[in-house]
């Protein structure tokens, strides 16, 4: 079974500051798939960004981009000029990779409170 | 792309009461999960459809929850003799594709109190 830790429950930065919330995750697979999602106090999860494991290079979204040490298992955010809008619950998620097609349920870390302070 | 629909948003029962919610996934979309998320917790995976077939289904799904999916687009969760662990939010997600690597999508959720 897969574990993914988020040890930081919340954290507080001021507006247009860089953050980086941190994500360690437990697996004995080697292929999967790493995400981080947001869940702003509407509720709704939105997808972040996504990692390949058999991929080096991280992966990268506008202000989002990823440092995915795969070797140590770690999988953290971060976000470069930070937003009110930014302010959210985000998860790190694990997902396996099944060749052949098909999918897993998504694991997910406890989250972290992200606030962004005018 | 009119996103992922859940129906109810809110659901308050009494213990013992059966509840059942709906959700309307994006249209082109053939798989379909439901995941369970309590206050303080990341969402936590009860089961995945691929069209019709429930392929998935995790050791948290106890015999009073069953889910459905008939003509592989909309999917219900019905909980039976809802005991007050069940409240919780129940979220539901969608994606496309044969491979692992289709971005979910998720609905609103529905949030349940069992008073």
């Known amino acids: 079974a897969q574990t993914v830790t988020q040890s930081q429950p919340e954290m507080s930065v001021q507006e247009a500051e860089t953050v980086t919330l941190s994500c360690t995750y437990d697996?004995?697979?080697?292929?999967?798939?790493l995400f981080w999602y947001k869940q702003p106090p509407s509720r709704q999860m939105i997808l972040v960004i996504r990692q390949e494991a058999y991929k080096q290079q991280n992966a990268t979204e506008n202000r989002f981009s990823v440092n995915f040490q795969k070797a140590a298992k770690s999988f953290s955010l971060k976000i470069s000029d930070s937003q009110l809008g930014d302010t959210a619950m985000y998860f790190c998620?694990?997902?396996?990779?099944?060749?052949?097609?098909?999918?897993?349920?998504?694991?997910f870390g406890k989250g972290t409170h992200l606030i962004i302070q005018p | 792309d009119t996103g992922v629909s859940q129906n109810p948003r809110h659901k308050i029962t009494k213990r013992g009461q059966n509840v059942t919610f709906r959700c309307d996934p994006i249209?082109?979309?053939?798989?379909l999960y439901w995941y369970r998320q309590t206050l303080g917790q990341g969402p936590e995976f009860l089961t995945y459809f691929q069209n019709e077939a429930q392929l998935e289904k995790s050791r948290l799904l106890s015999d009073r929850f069953s889910a459905e999916r008939p003509k592989g687009s909309f999917s219900t969760l019905e909980i039976q003799r809802t005991e007050q662990g069940d409240s919780a939010m129940y979220l539901c997600a969608s994606s496309r594709g044969q491979g692992s690597n289709s971005p979910l999508h998720f609905g609103n959720g529905t949030r349940l109190t069992v008073t």
């Open positions: 998620a694990f997902m396996k990779f099944r060749s052949g097609g098909g999918a897993d349920g998504l694991t």
């Open positions: 697996t004995s697979e080697s292929n999967y798939y």
């Open positions: 249209s082109e979309h053939n798989r």
